[in-house]
């Protein structure tokens, strides 16, 4: 039997925001097939000796699946490191087809995405009681174009929070999709440079107007989350609607109220 080829999500950049279950698989693997250009090779560290390790930036698709099926061939533990977390813009089903074909054993395991690491540099949350309760995770079309209904324009109608992934060089077609959706000029806009990686995290405020503008100047061009949200700068807010679970008037199974209903 082969071995089993596990894609794990390295995270957003720092090494140590790798899943514990992650590191294990690192200390155990026979070969490690790293995406370079978006994944930090400290993130390998923890491999043992002997362990083959190979850098897919410069790899096609057929290369990679290729040199995984190889390597499953004389290894118990083969690893694919992703950033971020494989589901998410991961290529992690076209890497598993070819897999599966050959009959080699698959294994997820996720890790923290840009996303999730981005708003906790910023000291930002997605979701605030009575402002929105929903996050989209989307990109904007550039030479992978979008399915029918999911432009922009679509989903930032809604008003909710908008992690937009892989848009950094098209904050162009991000503005334009906000003002068609109707969000106000000054509506607050976030771009976190390299979330999480040491020394090289960079944070970037603006507003629908400015974020272009702010981050040519910053010379951001590249691995960027920009984050859209009625949320931003919550914490600097006069006034916020509380949650009501840890409201002392609010009754849950594991507490009763303390405080009459106001």
Known sequence: MPGTVWFV?????????ITVKGRTLIQQAGAILFAGSLVDEAATRWAPPGCVIADSKGMTLDEMSAWLIEQAGRCATVLRLQTGDPALYGTLIELVQPLDAAGVPIGVVPGVSSAMASAA???ESFTLPEVTQTTIFTRVEGRTPMPEGEDLAALAAHRSTLCIFLSITLLHKVEAGLRAAGWPEDAPVLVVHKASWPGQQRIVRGTVATIKQLCREAGIVSQ?????SPTLGARHWPELTKSRLYDAAFTHRFRRASAPEA
Do not use: N
């Not at 995270?11 to 140590?16: A, I, K, L, S």
């Open 224 to 228: 960027a989350m920009v984050i859209a």
């Open 9 to 17: 999500g390295a995270g957003p950049g720092d090494p140590e925001l």
């Open 121 to 123: 540099a910023a000291v």
